[in-house]
């Protein structure tokens, strides 16, 4: 295979670019992808129960596949872009995200490896959101 300057490229060359577009094709950054995300290192993976703080406060469940998800709980599906503020074994502070569909700041506090603290807000589907809740893992998922 040739390059722009007519030279052909080594495979080996061509296969680091196949993986730079593979983990950019994920969402997260090579940052994120690696242990540096310490706090959620711990966290149990199943069905998770956050309780919203503050009136009118809900509570949902989630069935969490990554811990990562619980950075990005307005956003579900797909991992978003996301950049990594502060990271220690028991918290997290993250920027993300996720295109149309918005973005936001999450931050997560370990308690333990079932008990968490979290604060979010951002923009959702064009609508401002922002929460404060405690997460509980309470199982396996169903």
Not at 5 to 19: E, H, N, Q, V, Y
Not at 43 to 48: A, F, N, Q, V
Not at 79 to 103: E, K, T
Request: aromatic share 4%; glycine share 14%.
């Amino acid at each position: 295979m040739r390059g722009g300057t007519g030279r052909i490229m080594d495979k080996s060359i061509l296969r680091a670019l196949g993986a730079a577009v593979a983990l950019m094709a994920t969402g997260w950054p090579a940052v994120a992808r690696a242990p540096q995300l310490a706090a959620v290192r711990g966290l149990e993976t199943g069905e998770w129960e956050l309780r919203g703080r503050g009136r009118g406060a809900e509570t949902r469940r989630l069935c969490i596949s990554d811990p990562r998800q619980l950075l990005q709980v307005q956003h579900p599906g797909p991992l978003c872009r996301a950049f990594v503020i502060a990271d220690s074994a028991q918290a997290v502070s993250v920027n993300y995200d996720c295109g149309d569909a918005g973005n936001g700041r999450s931050d997560l506090r370990v308690e333990t490896g079932r008990l968490i603290q979290l604060r979010s807000q951002g923009i959702s589907d064009g609508a401002p959101f922002a929460f404060a809740a405690e997460g509980r893992r309470i199982g396996a998922c169903r």
